[in-house]
């Protein structure tokens, strides 16, 4: 990860504090480079894995797993449309990806 993505993770960490959107938003393992970074929102969890890509599971009520449907998935499921991502975090109801 370069100077100016970890700016950037930084940045998107310090805002959600701010505001209260990481709330129940905690990483739990990983760094991009080695392995997937894992994020727990209230319901539903989030990867991203070294190559850029975001794997969503879990509770679907709102949309938040991004896969254009409200279908709740056991499994991880790709998160369409999303290239190049360097940084994501999850809250109550929604996801967030950098």
């Known amino acids: 990860m370069n100077s100016n993505s970890k700016r950037l993770l930084s ?7 701010i505001t209260g959107l990481a709330a129940f938003a905690v990483p739990i393992t990983g760094t991009v480079d080695t392995q997937p970074i894992i994020f ?3 319901s539903h969890s989030l990867a ?11 509770s679907n009520t709102y949309g ?8 709740h998935r056991n499994t991880p499921v790709h998160v369409s449309g999303l290239t190049d991502i360097i940084a994501i975090t999850a809250g109550n109801d929604y996801s967030l990806a950098l």
């Open 40 to 42: 727990a929102g209230y």
């Open 48 to 58: 991203l894995k070294s190559d850029g890509t975001v794997w969503a599971w879990g």
């Open 64 to 71: 938040q797993l991004g896969d254009g449907t409200t279908t």
């Open 11 to 17: 940045m998107l960490i310090v805002f959600c504090m």
